[in-house]
DNA sequence: TCAATTGATAAGTTAAATTAATAGATATAC
DNA sequence: GTATATCTATTAATTTAACTTATCAATTGA
């Protein structure tokens, strides 16, 4: 049974006349009664009894005759599913991204993207490296946000931005009115960080060498947190550029910067090389490194 | 696009790998990745992504195999439909049938009808010889029940019984005692009569060429107003012999037959040469027959 | 680095579909 | 009744496509 042979019989069906069906199939006569023929015989049915006057569909005919214009209607769902979807800017495109990196590139980024690719929504998976890795490789995630490096067997990856790390500390803090700090200097604070499975928290501790095991180690996913212990005086911490960006001015805080050179990390995409959309990914790129080159060079000082 | 080709995206989307996927079709792998590739193309999207670990669906390519899921499924009922309706004794049969047979002849032979095809329930159409030959070449029926002669280009007739025409009178009819009566006899009588669209009519004033514009025409189309009419003394008439079986009789009435050779006419089944449910023509012939000969010898004499 | 596995590719072969030409059957016209 | 026209079936030849075998390139895991 072929799709073309249901489309012969529809023909038929139509015409009741073989000479004008196999016209209508842009085919000659005999191959539309040899394929109808065929498929009869595979069916072990008489679909037509012919006639000199007219071509009439048997009991059983009929009947197949309806159902072959399912079958044909819903194959014809799929060219018009494909030609649909075969945009990479069509669909919803799933985005992982780090905990330190989400909650202050996604609003930034998100009117620009919709301008861009007004058909594509994005589907967000905040998660912690690890976990962004396994699910890239899996194809539960179409591409992440992560920090370099980021080597992952058949994972390609593109730079996105640069962001210095910052020091925050509260507004009473001694350290308060101070121009700059010395990574080394946080050896003798209270330095808040996420725990080990998130990145940042290594990136700053591989910055701050002296400040291994001396870090207060919290359980939760989000620099705000943080943020809000240090405006309670709980301690003080580092935060990324992004996140300290002028929107996220507080009172309570003073944000200062690391003595040239400060440390920094290197935000990338990353997606699979045998992922198809990559028009998809090339927008995303677009989209994101032009808000953090933006975001991260408007820091407060 | 194929259904092949769709059994093949199917299979690659269970087993996430080309060459089991191949095997499950019975088929190479190159087969497979060429099929799957040329759907791709027709369609221009990619449907799967090919990794070393694994293959994966895309966003389009799941949607479509859905779909395709769906369309393999509606083929499916196809063979379905065709594995229970080839056997030409399933499924309606649309039988055609006189006036002057169809009520004595059917009740007889549903029964053993039901017995040989249990499965081919009749739909009947009771109409004059000129309408059921236009519906006959139509394929409104699949076949009729008519009196010889019926040369009708394209059907094929096979005789089923013959039946001699009796004479029935009132019981208080100067015939009634008499053993036999002779067609001439007829002219001078009040003779009730089907109008002339009826065969049988046509048959009984062949036979009885006196009675040619003497007899008198009802519009009604049943034999039975008729016979009902002369127990009410209305007139004498002629009934089929089938007509006057035993468990016809009624004490107001007396049949007589005709003196030999009685005046008959021969019943017959015609069909579509090319009608193709041959088997259900088979049965219906052997009943019809069957049932027909053995009520025209039990005909009261 | 090496063997193993995966999907893609190329060339050759087999199978299938299609066409052109024609036959056989039936109805319509004269 | 014969002839003509029309329709589907059939046959043989040709073209097209589908499939197989063998091989490659890429990647993975030991």
Request: aromatic share 4%; charged share 20%; glycine share 6%.
């Amino acid at each position: 049974m072929t799709l073309i042979e249901l489309k012969f019989v529809l023909a038929v069906a139509q015409e009741r006349n073989f000479r004008r069906a196999a016209e209508k199939c842009f085919v000659t006569q005999p191959a539309l009664s040899l394929g109808i023929k065929k498929l009869e015989e595979e069916l072990g049915v008489s679909l037509f009894e012919r006639n000199r006057n007219e071509v009439t569909p048997t009991t059983i005919g009929e009947q197949i005759i309806a159902q072959a214009n399912i079958v044909l209607e819903q194959a014809g769902k799929i060219k018009e599913m494909a030609k649909q979807g075969n945009d990479p800017l069509n669909g919803t495109f799933k985005l992982g991204i780090i905990h330190s990196v989400g909650p202050y590139l996604l609003p930034e980024m998100i009117p620009p993207l919709v301008k861009m690719a007004p058909h594509m929504p994005l589907e967000v998976e905040e998660n912690i490296t690890a976990t962004l890795e396994q699910q890239l490789r899996n194809g539960v995630i179409d591409a992440a946000v992560v920090a370099l490096p980021f080597d992952v067997p058949g994972v390609e990856t593109i730079p996105l931005y640069d962001e210095d790390f910052n020091v925050v500390v509260p507004v009473n803090h001694p350290w308060a009115h101070r121009k700059t700090v010395s990574p080394d200097e946080l050896s003798n604070e209270k330095v808040l960080l996420l725990n080990t499975g998130h990145c940042f928290s290594n990136q700053v501790t591989q910055a701050c060498p002296e400040l291994n095991r001396k870090g207060e180690v919290l359980q939760g996913n989000s620099l705000e947190t943080i943020r809000n212990m240090v405006a309670s005086n709980l301690g003080i911490t580092v935060l990324p550029a992004m996140a300290t960006a002028a929107r996220y001015q507080n009172p309570l805080l003073q944000v200062i910067p690391f003595t040239k050179p400060a440390p920094s990390r290197r935000i990338a995409l990353a997606w699979r090389k045998s992922f198809v959309r990559t028009a998809a990914i090339e927008v995303l790129e677009k989209v994101m490194s032009d808000i953090g080159k933006q975001q991260t060079t408007l820091t407060i000082g």
